[in-house]
């Protein structure tokens, strides 16, 4: 298995010479600049990937080419996303980068609602508290219909938490949900998002699905002739959130992704983390009966409460066995090596990490520490390593 990092470019604290010393092999980026929608340009890419060549790396895999949200809408000039979408994976492929992530979310991508929860032996980690979501949906948001998605205590707990709840602690959950979206991309407030969730009124799952299978049916056919693997990010939570309904989220959407339109080139992003954070998902059991469609893993890991909270624990500890998965990767290269031509690594990254002794110092991106990751990265190596010998 490949060891990447994932690297935010120019907008990143942490340096391509600092990656360098964790011993990770290859680089996971994307053109966060470049508004979703539009033309990833060759030159830039080039520029890009010979900067990350410079520093002793390939860019190995592209996280994410995002979609606009208008595909997932399905409405807008939508052939002209679609024509700009082939277009940016055909300047990436003329330049050797084959392996796209991407996510089906609508309107946000992975959300937390503490972005520094304390840990009992010192750093803060990323969690998700059913009480704060609700008390966000329920007392901040007000959407109509909220309390129907929680549990009678979640609503409770959140009802108190907004009556005592300052004007900064409110701003640090508006935060803290907004911030898995990554680059250029808009983060809303309270008014904003109840305006952008408007937009999505009525969309219901069939919906969803109906502008997701156009979207393969416009894409995968020119990633295959282009030879990219594309590879599709689970949902984070695998939930419904805000009312919007969300497609990728456990063995059976994936599957229905998979027969969607059946082709090497439409493939899963095997995150451990985000198909881990629900009680009904047996990671260790998708990953094997997906094998042959994981193009690239995120691998860390989270512990549940019984409520549907999830803390984000070390990458060897919590609810998924870690070692049984790599097992169950390993042997899927395996496999590739014995029965394919070609590219039969499958490249990995340490997912998130806590953020421990200077790391809080850094100003990195949330869940993407230098340190925290370089401990998850370590310890999986090790796993890995034993698992090989
Ligand atoms: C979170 C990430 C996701 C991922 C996108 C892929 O840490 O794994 O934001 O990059 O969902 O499109």
Not at 68 to 73: A, G, V, Y
Not at 117 to 129: E, K, M, N
Not at 132 to 142: H, W
Not at 355 to 361: H, I, R, T
Request: aromatic fraction near 8%; include cysteine; proline fraction near 5%.
């Amino acid at each position: 298995m490949k060891e990447t990092w994932r690297w935010y470019g120019p907008l990143d604290q942490i340096q391509l010479s600092e990656i360098r010393q964790t011993g990770a092999a290859g680089i996971v980026t994307a053109l966060h600049e470049t508004p979703y929608g539009e033309v990833w340009k060759r030159n830039t890419i080039v520029e890009r990937r010979n900067k990350i060549r410079t520093a002793g790396f390939e860019w190995d895999v592209v996280e994410s080419l995002p979609l606009h949200e208008d595909i997932k809408r399905g409405t807008g000039d939508l052939s002209t996303l679609f024509a700009n979408y082939r277009q940016s994976m055909a300047n990436l492929a003329a330049e050797g980068i084959r392996i796209i992530c991407y996510n089906f979310m609508p309107l946000l991508d992975w959300t937390r609602t503490n972005l520094k929860s304390p840990i009992d032996a010192g750093g803060t980690c990323l969690r998700f508290s059913a009480f704060r979501m609700a008390a966000f949906e329920i007392c901040m948001l007000e959407r109509k219909d909220a309390e129907k998605d929680y549990p009678p205590e979640a609503i409770e707990r959140a009802y108190n938490w907004f009556a005592h709840a300052t004007e900064e602690d409110k701003s640090e959950l508006l935060n803290a949900i907004m911030a898995g979206l990554p680059g250029a991309y808009d983060r809303y407030d309270v008014e904003g998002l109840r305006y952008a969730l408007k937009s999505y009124h009525g969309l219901s799952v069939d919906d969803l699905r109906a502008n997701y299978r156009l979207f393969l049916n416009e894409v995968i056919p020119t990633a295959q002739e282009l030879g990219i693997r594309l590879c599709v990010h689970p949902d984070d939570p695998p939930q419904n959130i805000l009312g919007l309904p969300r497609i990728v989220s456990n063995s059976n959407d994936i599957a229905w992704i998979i027969n969607a339109f059946p082709a090497q080139s439409n493939g899963l992003t095997l995150c451990s983390g985000s198909l881990g954070a629900s009680p009904n998902n047996n990671v260790v059991e998708i990953a094997q009966r997906y094998a042959d469609r994981i193009h690239f893993a995120h691998l860390r890991n989270v512990r549940k409460e019984p409520d549907g909270s999830f803390e984000e624990a070390t990458h060897l500890d919590g609810d998924t066995d870690m070692t049984a998965l790599c097992q169950v990767l390993l042997d899927e290269e395996k496999r590739r090596r014995q029965h394919l031509s070609g590219e039969w690594q499958i490249p990995y990254r340490p997912d998130h990490g806590h953020e421990l002794l200077s790391d809080s110092e850094r100003g990195t991106f949330p869940g993407y520490p230098l340190i925290g990751r370089l401990r998850g990265l370590a310890e999986i190596r090790g796993v890995i390593h034993a698992l090989s010998a």
